[in-house]
């Protein structure tokens, strides 16, 4: 089945280290995302990549960094840096090209939950 | 910069009935509008995606409006189901590049009760 696939589900992290997110998807995406939700807030965008090898910061990257070196894979860092790192993180991709009516629809991943011990 | 506010924040209503939840941006100049859904604990689901272009999408027993003059867009969901009980998501698309970039509202919890 298409989808994007995020891992691990479940994540706790001691203060000062850094973690690894993933994300895959097998949906031939071009644009990839990462999101932060906390709660009674909407969700706000860390990253974003359009491409293979280029990604731009969206509203909230800093304490965070991201790689983009396969079209399917798009992994964010949380590192020491982040100062309130515990949220649930969503990884969404979409279509860029026009197809039908739906181009820019984002699709999403099932999160990833980091707490901070 | 871009505002999305959604209202009501909570609406509780007995199966069968018809509701309409509401969405509101301030900046006028989107590229596109998606209405989601969300369940505890989970990831968002998409349910329409209106372009700029359009006035109305429409998918079963859910039907999204978009007015960019005023700023609004409305999520009519009819003979609601208590399996409609969820969080429903608006956000709003700035068209960066090839990317599409969305600022969301906080959603309305809704729950449909038998």
């Known amino acids: 089945d298409g989808g994007i696939t995020q891992s691990p589900k479940y994540l706790f992290r001691k203060e000062g280290q850094n973690v690894t997110l993933s994300c895959e998807q097998n949906l031939n995406h071009d644009a990839m995302y990462w999101y932060r939700q906390d709660p009674g807030q909407g969700l706000r965008l860390i990253y974003y990549?359009?491409?293979?090898?280029?990604?731009q910061k969206g509203d909230i990257a800093e304490g965070y960094s991201v790689s983009r070196e396969k079209k399917e894979s798009f992994p964010l860092t949380v590192t020491s840096a982040q100062k309130n790192p515990t949220a649930f993180y969503l990884c969404?991709?979409?279509?860029?090209?026009?197809?039908?009516?739906?181009?820019?629809?984002?699709?999403f991943g099932e999160g990833s939950r980091l707490t901070v011990l | 910069k871009q505002e999305v506010t959604q209202i009501p924040a909570a609406l509780s209503v007995p199966e069968g009935e018809n509701l309409v939840l509401n969405c509101s941006f301030t900046d006028s100049a989107i590229y596109n509008l998606q209405w989601f859904r969300q369940d505890p604990g989970k990831g968002l689901t998409s349910l329409l995606l209106i372009q700029s272009s359009q006035r109305e999408q429409t998918s079963g027993r859910l039907n999204a409006s978009l007015d960019k003059s005023s700023g609004r867009s409305t999520l009519y969901i009819a003979a609601s189901q208590p399996g409609d009980s969820a969080t429903y998501l608006c956000?709003?698309?700035?068209?960066?590049?090839?990317?599409?970039?969305?600022?969301f509202g906080t959603g309305t919890r809704l729950q449909v009760t038998l």
């Open positions: 956000a709003v698309g700035a068209h960066t590049g090839t990317a599409s970039k969305l600022t």
């Open positions: 990549s359009q491409i293979v090898n280029d990604f």
């Open positions: 969404a991709s979409s279509i860029t090209q026009v197809f039908e009516g739906r181009n820019g629809e984002l699709f």
